[in-house]
């Protein structure tokens, strides 16, 4: 399995506060990776600094083989990543095809083509229904939806997923996770931040947990979820 | 209907005007310059969502640019636009260089440095600009035979001039620019996570708004033939500039163009019937319009089709 992603010893600092000390992962084409952790692990900050959100410290991003830990998000997004935001972010003012042209249009300057692209999206996330109403209007599940219509209209190699499972209804959260495996299975890497224990197990093949910035255990769903410092550090420091 | 019905129709009114109402040629060339003006600082305030109220910096610039290459340099006045633009868009970029790390507010009070630099440069550098006194376009070189200082001649320019930024607005609304800069001014992380540089689509979109404002700049300078600092270098042309596109409607094609409308017409309109309440009268429209219509008219009605057609489409 060809590796997309590689980080090593990624350290991100916010003044003398460590939010990610020394973490480092890989994940290959195919592969989901579960990122876990209490409250305040650093799961966003070193998510963050994989896609270029938070400023590196120490450490390398390598997207297939080149290293971009110096790029700006969008440089990041142009070499083959993809991401949707734990708070969603659609463009407000526009409709929601609108909303998912806009990362379309990295691939082409041609509208038409443009167009096809994000309604391949939106129809592949089940929006299209919606595609001309505002983005503003959409309840959360499909918000949800959209942020995902647009990081896949990017085209990308690999897919940072935070928290779209949150919030969401039973069925809504069934849909989603199915839609994720079907993902996986069309061989896109994927790297999931998620508080909801049971998803991650039912999705990932790989699991680290942090807490505290540092990651301290890391293995299948069912080795971490056996082992006695992840059970302390979620039972012992956790407030949810 | 194609996407150029509207500035065609605009172009077939804008020829006849001055068959009809020959009387109000002055009129209506500060009506075009208002429309073009607001419309290219809507191409940054609007599409792009960065607010200026220093445009009137770009004005100027257009402007005492083909009134010193007639005086000082005896350059053909097609030249001097041309510089003009240029002189316009590295302004805008060595500006937005500097100060598009700030967001917000911060961008837009720092606009207003610049109109007020070049409204100091202008004043105290008497070698080049005349000084505070000002200077006088006496005499342009006549393109293809046209006496530039005579009325019609100015007002077709003008017209001319109009129909280039709307015709440039329309050709990047529906396409990639467009929805880049739209997706700036929504938000820009999100943007970030689209592949857009935020950044250059603003630097981008103050170097057009810039260059387009300066060469609306150069016709109203022959239009005046007389340039004064403290006139033309005005805070107030800013901050009309930047309400006329605001009232209109931002981001729209033909908001600010309403809005120059609106504003010119009324404030002659009032000037004339009101006389000293005039101003009163022009300070309630535009609370009343930002009250009601916070996205301004055209704004406002684009919004509402968009609700209208979709609300429709999932009852059929």
């Known amino acids: 399995m060809p590796e997309v992603l590689e980080a090593e010893g990624i350290v991100v600092r916010f003044g003398g506060l460590v939010a990610v000390n020394n973490v480092s992962l890989r994940v290959q084409s195919g592969q989901i990776l579960g990122l876990i952790g209490p409250n305040g692990a650093g799961k966003t900050t070193l998510f963050n600094a994989l896609t270029g959100y938070a400023p590196l410290h120490k ?182 | 209907m194609s996407k150029f019905t509207g500035l065609a129709i605009f172009l077939a009114v804008g020829i006849l005007f001055p068959l009809l109402l020959p009387g109000y040629l002055s009129l209506a060339i500060t009506l075009l310059l208002f429309a073009s003006w607001a419309s290219a600082w809507d191409v940054l305030g609007g599409w792009a969502g960065q607010s200026s109220l220093g445009h009137a910096a770009f004005v100027g610039l257009g402007a005492y640019t083909i009134a010193l290459s007639a005086t000082r340099f005896d350059l053909a006045p097609w030249w001097a636009v041309l510089i003009g633009m240029g002189l316009a868009a590295a302004l805008a970029w060595a500006w937005g260089s500097l100060t598009f790390g700030l967001r917000g507010p911060y961008f837009t009070l720092s606009t207003i440095a610049v109109a007020e630099i070049l409204r100091l440069i202008a004043i105290n550098e008497r070698w080049l600009t005349g000084g505070a006194q000002g200077i006088f376009i006496f005499s342009l070189r006549e393109p293809f035979g046209l006496d530039l200082f005579d009325r019609q001649t100015q007002y077709y320019l003008a017209l001319a001039y109009t129909v280039i930024v709307i015709r440039i607005i329309i050709g990047f609304a529906k396409g990639k620019f467009g929805y880049q800069m739209r997706a700036v001014r929504e938000d820009e992380a999100s943007a970030q996570a689209a592949g857009i540089n935020p950044t250059r689509v603003k630097l981008q979109a103050f170097m057009i708004s810039g260059a387009l404002t300066a060469l609306g700049g150069a016709i109203y300078g022959v239009f005046l033939s007389f340039l004064e600092p403290h006139d033309i270098f005005f805070l107030p042309l800013s901050v009309q500039i930047a309400l006329t596109a605001i009232i209109g409607g931002r981001g729209t094609i033909w908001g600010p163009t309403i809005g120059a409308v609106l504003l010119v017409f009324s404030a002659e309109l009032f000037r004339n019937i009101f006389a000293q309440a005039n101003l009163l009268i022009y300070g309630v429209l535009i609370l009343v319009v930002i009250l009601f219509m916070p996205r301004g008219l055209m704004g406002q009605l684009e919004h509402r089709i968009i609700r209208r057609r979709y609300a429709r489409s999932t009852r059929s």
């Open chain 1, 59 to 240: 450490g390398r991003v390598s997207l297939l083989r080149r290293d971009v830990s110096r790029l700006a998000p969008y440089a990041r997004i142009r070499r083959g990543m993809g991401r949707t935001f734990q708070i969603e972010r659609p463009f407000e003012e526009l409709t929601v095809l609108e909303n998912v042209l806009v990362p379309a249009f990295l691939n082409t300057s041609n509208r038409r083509e443009a167009e096809a692209l994000a309604w391949q999206s939106l129809e592949k996330v089940g929006l299209a229904d919606r595609a001309r109403q505002p983005s503003a209007d959409l309840n959360l599940a499909r918000r949800r939806r959209l942020e995902l219509a647009k990081a896949l209209a990017v085209k990308p190699q690999i897919l940072f997923l935070d928290e779209v499972m949150a919030g969401l209804n039973p069925p809504a959260l069934k849909e989603m996770v199915t839609f994720v495996r079907g993902l996986s299975s069309e061989g896109l890497a994927i790297v999931m931040v998620e508080h909801i224990m049971r998803v991650i197990i039912e999705l990932a093949e790989h699991v680290i947990v942090l807490a505290f910035g540092e990651k301290i255990a890391e293995g299948s769903p069912e080795e971490v979820t056996s082992d006695p410092t992840v059970i302390e550090a979620y039972l012992g420091g956790s407030d949810d």
